[in-house]
């Protein structure tokens, strides 16, 4: 085979097979085909889209390029959960807890953040020390006891997306479904998932911007887990406000608290009941989303969840006094309000533009290798729909430098404050095979 002849194929719009495919990632992942022909192959890909069959043998070569972790030992169904990206996602740190603490087994691996979105390792390490790495063992062992370990993704875990995913980042074509569903599910597949339930963003905090491009993400990824025999389900989510009211590590972990405790906003609550439920019923822990729901609730309410959050925190090295004592966590030098200019309704809190706000104080890196600063970050005390007075507080930055006109400027150019406006839904569809 020639790697000319495939991106001919490819550019022309004629469907790859199953072993055309799997030569192209094997061969670019063993550094054989340069980086200039897989551009090109990209780029065709960008512009010519591929077929089910095509996107399912790429994700399954993919999944195969590293290590593929096996989780077989442990017992029960294994339900992943991934977000395709928002602005203060907090629902992997509540929901971890919560549905190991009705007896899904949770090993799950998750990602640190770049740019704008954040990443949950970075939020529990924001709990004094919170260990991420664990070997194969420890976290097969951690799970099988207490049902619940989150880990770091293993380095050799799919390095065929990280090589792919570096090169998308520089030749435009990052925002492209059948390569983003490919790069997404070969992550969820190494990692072992018998099921995955997907939150796929949309929205200004979103890859997808409008529910019609979300949607065929959903469609796709739902359709090549199944091709792949793993269930997938997807829920479409609104990323046009961020989630919660906490955008930054030690505040989203101070969040994620009180959410346990049930003190938490109700969007974020509602989100966690919603993919918690989809959980529950895929883990076969309940027949119905209704009676899954019930027993996330209760666990909720009876502390259950919270004092699995504690287990969760002692059983990784963490400070677990941190639940009793959140205010531990805040640690920032200054709490800076900023305030509202008229009063009104909120009608725009641009989700993107007020993550990029909480990475530039630190919160999120713009380069892969940055250090982040856990204590700063954004406090929502508005959300879309609210009503606020002139002269009330918006929202709190809390910082460790008084310099942040910059960033006061950026909030409040994406901040605005109209007569009338609707909450968004936070849910626009679920998408089941
Ligand atoms: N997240 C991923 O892991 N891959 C993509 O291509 C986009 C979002
Ligand atoms: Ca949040």
């Given at each position: 085979m020639r790697m000319v002849d495939l991106i001919e194929k490819k550019r022309d719009g004629k469907e790859l097979s199953e072993n055309e495919i799997k030569w192209v990632i094997d061969r670019y992942t063993a550094n054989e085909v340069p980086d200039y022909q897989m551009s090109a192959f990209l780029m065709a890909t960008f512009f010519t889209d591929m077929t089910d069959k095509e996107i399912t043998a790429m994700t399954l070569a993919m999944?195969?390029?590293?290590?593929?972790?096996?989780?077989?030992?442990?017992?029960?169904?294994?339900?992943?959960k991934h977000s395709t990206g928002g602005v203060g996602d907090t629902t992997t740190?509540?929901?971890?807890?919560?549905?190991?603490?009705?007896?899904?087994?949770?090993?799950?691996?998750?990602?640190?953040?770049?740019?704008?979105?954040?990443?949950?390792?970075?939020?529990?390490?924001?709990?004094?020390?919170?260990?991420?790495?664990?070997?194969?063992?420890?976290?097969?062992?951690?799970?099988?006891?207490?049902?619940?370990?989150?880990?770091?993704?293993?380095g050799n875990l799919a390095p065929a997306d990280k090589k792919l995913y570096a090169l998308r980042d520089v030749t435009a074509t990052v925002n492209s479904i059948p390569l983003i569903a490919s790069s997404i599910m070969s992550k969820k597949i190494a990692a072992g998932a018998d099921a995955i339930v997907l939150d796929v963003t949309t929205g200004d905090g979103a890859f997808m911007k409008n529910l019609e491009d979300a949607r065929?993400?959903?469609?796709?990824?739902?359709?090549?887990?199944?091709?792949?025999?793993?269930?997938?389900?997807?829920?479409?989510?609104?990323?046009s406000q961020p989630l919660g009211e906490a955008i930054g590590n030690s505040l989203e972990v101070v969040e994620a608290i009180e959410t346990l405790q049930g003190e938490g906003p109700a969007d974020l609550l509602e989100m966690c009941y919603v993919l918690g439920s989809q959980m529950v019923v895929l883990a076969k822990k309940a027949d119905t989303l209704v009676a899954a729901r019930q027993m996330l609730e209760e666990s909720l309410t009876s502390g259950k969840a919270l004092a699995k959050f504690k287990e969760m925190i002692q059983n990784q090295g963490g400070d677990v006094t941190v639940v009793d004592h959140p205010e531990r966590l805040l640690s920032a030098a200054y709490q800076i309000p900023v305030f509202a200019r008229q009063t009104g309704v909120v009608t725009k809190l641009v989700a993107n533009e007020l993550g990029i706000a909480a990475m530039m104080l630190g919160a999120g890196r713009k380069t892969k290798d940055e250090a982040i600063d856990h204590a700063v970050g954004l406090k929502l005390h508005k959300k879309i729909g609210e009503?606020?007075?002139?002269?009330?507080?918006?929202?709190?930055?809390y910082s460790n430098t008084t310099e942040v006109a910059e960033v006061v400027a950026l909030i409040e150019a994406n901040i605005e404050i109209g007569d009338t406006s609707k909450e968004p839904p936070l849910i626009h569809e679920i998408i089941t095979e």
């Open positions: 999944a195969h390029s590293g290590e593929v972790i096996d989780l077989s030992s442990i017992a029960g169904v294994k339900v992943d740190l509540i929901l971890a807890p919560l549905v190991a603490s009705v007896g899904v087994p949770v090993a799950k691996m998750s990602g640190r953040g770049l740019g704008y979105t954040g990443g949950t390792l970075d939020k529990l390490e924001a709990i004094p020390g919170f260990k991420i790495e664990l070997s194969e063992d420890e976290f097969i062992q951690l799970v099988n006891e207490n049902q619940v370990a989150v880990i770091g993704q293993s065929r993400l959903a469609k796709t990824m739902v359709r090549i887990g199944a091709l792949a025999n793993r269930q997938t389900m997807a829920v479409i989510s609104d990323m009503e606020v007075a002139v002269g009330e507080t918006l929202l709190t930055i």
